[in-house]
C-alpha cells in the first residue's frame, strides 16, 4: 500500500505542537481537502518531516468484509480499517499509510492524523489531552472533562482569549515546564478561530463541572493523574503504553495546579483563574498569546 515516486503528485506539509507531518498523496482532490482542513497549520515543504504520511485512493486496498471499525496496536504497528479506509502506523520505522476508497471516506483522514499526533507526543515526552485550551496573557488555561462537560461552553465564554482548540491539545515538556499547543481538530460543531496554532506554558488544568456556584475545589495528585490519564485519548486504550502514561500525567499533575472549576455559563469563573486578565466579553484588552510561536 506504498507510493512510487512517480506516483506522489503533491506533498503538503503540517506544523502541529513543532513537529512537521508531510502528507503524500496521489490524488490532486486529497490535496485539496488537506489544505482546506488544514490551512493555519500549512508550512513549507522544505523542512524535513519528522513523520510522513502516504495517502492512496485504491479500492482494491480497502477490505470490503468489515462491517464496524477495527483497531488494534501491537506494539510496533498500530492499525484501524473500517468498510472504506485502511490505515497503518509502524512505531518503529514511523512509516505511515492510509488507502482511502474514495472520495467520501476522506473524513477519516483526520482520525488517522490524531492517531500520528499522540504517538509522536508519546514518543516525544508528552501527550495528546482532551480539553479545551485556552490562552490568556501569554499562559494557557486548559480545561477537561468528559463530553458535554463544558469544553466548548468555556471557548464560546472567553471570546477575548486564544483558542488553542475546544477538544484536543498537544502537550509537551519543555525545560522545567509543560508547554499547550494548539492542533486542528476541532469539534465539527464549534466556530474555530484563527488563533488556533497558539501555544503557552501551563498556568492550569481545570476538571469541569457544570453548577450554579462558581468556586474552585483541589484534588489530590492521585487522582488528578488518573483524571488525566483518563482524557489522553488512544494511547490510554493501548496496555504497552499505559505505563508511561500514568508517569507522565503524575509529572505533569506534581508540576501544574490541577483542580476542579465548578462553573456556570457565564465568563465570571476566569476571575478565579487569572484577576489580572478578563477573557470574556469585556472592555479590558484582548490578551496576548504565542501565535505559532514554536512551530
Same mark, same amino acid.
Given at each position: *500500500?506504498?507510493?512510487?515516486? &512517480?506516483?506522489?503528485?503533491?506533498?503538503?506539509?503540517?506544523?502541529?505542537?513543532?513537529?512537521?507531518?508531510?502528507?503524500?498523496? #496521489?490524488?490532486?482532490?486529497?490535496?485539496?481537502?488537506?489544505?482546506?482542513?488544514?490551512?493555519?497549520?500549512?508550512?513549507?515543504?522544505?523542512?524535513?518531516?519528522?513523520?510522513?504520511?502516504?495517502?492512496?485512493?485504491?479500492?482494491?486496498?480497502?477490505?470490503?468484509?468489515?462491517?464496524?471499525?477495527?483497531?488494534?496496536?501491537?506494539?510496533?504497528?498500530?492499525?484501524?480499517?473500517?468498510?472504506?479506509?485502511?490505515?497503518?502506523?509502524?512505531?518503529?520505522?514511523?512509516?505511515?499509510?492510509?488507502?482511502?476508497?474514495?472520495?467520501?471516506?476522506?473524513?477519516?483522514?483526520?482520525?488517522?492524523?490524531?492517531?500520528?499526533?499522540?504517538?509522536?507526543?508519546?514518543?516525544?515526552?508528552?501527550?495528546?489531552?482532551?480539553?479545551?485550551?485556552?490562552?490568556?496573557?501569554?499562559?494557557?488555561?486548559?480545561?477537561?472533562?468528559?463530553?458535554?462537560?463544558?469544553?466548548?461552553?468555556?471557548?464560546?465564554?472567553?471570546?477575548?482569549?486564544?483558542?488553542?482548540?475546544?477538544?484536543?491539545?498537544?502537550?509537551?515538556?519543555?525545560?522545567?515546564?509543560?508547554?499547550?499547543?494548539?492542533?486542528?481538530?476541532?469539534?465539527?460543531?464549534?466556530?474555530?478561530?484563527?488563533?488556533?496554532?497558539?501555544?503557552?506554558?501551563?498556568?492550569?488544568?481545570?476538571?469541569?463541572?457544570?453548577?450554579?456556584?462558581?468556586?474552585?475545589?483541589?484534588?489530590? &495528585?492521585?487522582?488528578? #493523574?488518573?483524571?488525566? !490519564? =483518563?482524557?489522553?485519548?488512544?494511547?490510554?486504550?493501548?496496555?504497552?503504553?499505559?505505563?508511561?502514561?500514568?508517569?507522565?500525567?503524575? #509529572?505533569? =499533575?506534581?508540576?501544574?495546579?490541577?483542580?476542579?472549576?465548578?462553573?456556570?455559563?457565564?465568563?465570571?469563573?476566569?476571575?478565579?483563574? !487569572?484577576? *489580572?486578565?478578563?477573557?470574556?466579553?469585556?472592555?479590558? =484588552?484582548?490578551?496576548?498569546?504565542?501565535? =505559532?510561536?514554536?512551530?
Amino acid at each position: *500500500m506504498g507510493l512510487n515516486a &512517480a506516483e506522489i503528485l503533491v506533498l503538503t506539509t503540517l506544523a502541529i505542537a513543532g513537529w512537521r507531518i508531510a502528507i503524500e498523496c #496521489s490524488s490532486t482532490w486529497v490535496e485539496k481537502r488537506v489544505r482546506d482542513t488544514y490551512g493555519p497549520f500549512l508550512v513549507p515543504d522544505g523542512d524535513a518531516a519528522n513523520i510522513t504520511l502516504r495517502v492512496t485512493v485504491d479500492p482494491s486496498a480497502v477490505p470490503v468484509d468489515w462491517n464496524e471499525r477495527s483497531m488494534t496496536s501491537e506494539g510496533i504497528l498500530s492499525r484501524f480499517d473500517m468498510p472504506d479506509i485502511c490505515g497503518r502506523i509502524n512505531q518503529v520505522s514511523w512509516q505511515t499509510s492510509l488507502a482511502l476508497k474514495n472520495e467520501d471516506s476522506f473524513p477519516t483522514l483526520e482520525y488517522l492524523v490524531k492517531r500520528l499526533c499522540a504517538y509522536l507526543a508519546l514518543r516525544e515526552g508528552g501527550f495528546l489531552f482532551h480539553c479545551a485550551g485556552l490562552v490568556v496573557e501569554g499562559k494557557a488555561y486548559l480545561f477537561t472533562g468528559q463530553s458535554g462537560a463544558g469544553k466548548s461552553t468555556v471557548v464560546t465564554l472567553s471570546s477575548r482569549a486564544l483558542a488553542l482548540n475546544d477538544e484536543l491539545v498537544i502537550l509537551r515538556p519543555i525545560g522545567e515546564s509543560w508547554w499547550a499547543y494548539g492542533t486542528p481538530f476541532w469539534n465539527d460543531e464549534a466556530v474555530r478561530r484563527e488563533d488556533q496554532t497558539a501555544d503557552g506554558p501551563v498556568a492550569g488544568i481545570y476538571i469541569l463541572v457544570q453548577d450554579q456556584h462558581v468556586f474552585l475545589e483541589p484534588v489530590t &495528585a492521585a487522582i488528578a #493523574s488518573s483524571e488525566l !490519564a =483518563a482524557n489522553c485519548p488512544v494511547v490510554n486504550a493501548d496496555a504497552l503504553t499505559i505505563p508511561r502514561l500514568l508517569s507522565r500525567c503524575r #509529572s505533569l =499533575a506534581e508540576t501544574v495546579n490541577v483542580q476542579r472549576l465548578h462553573f456556570r455559563k457565564d465568563p465570571d469563573f476566569w476571575h478565579l483563574l !487569572a484577576p *489580572m486578565a478578563d477573557a470574556g466579553d469585556s472592555r479590558n =484588552a484582548v490578551p496576548q498569546g504565542n501565535l =505559532a510561536g514554536r512551530a
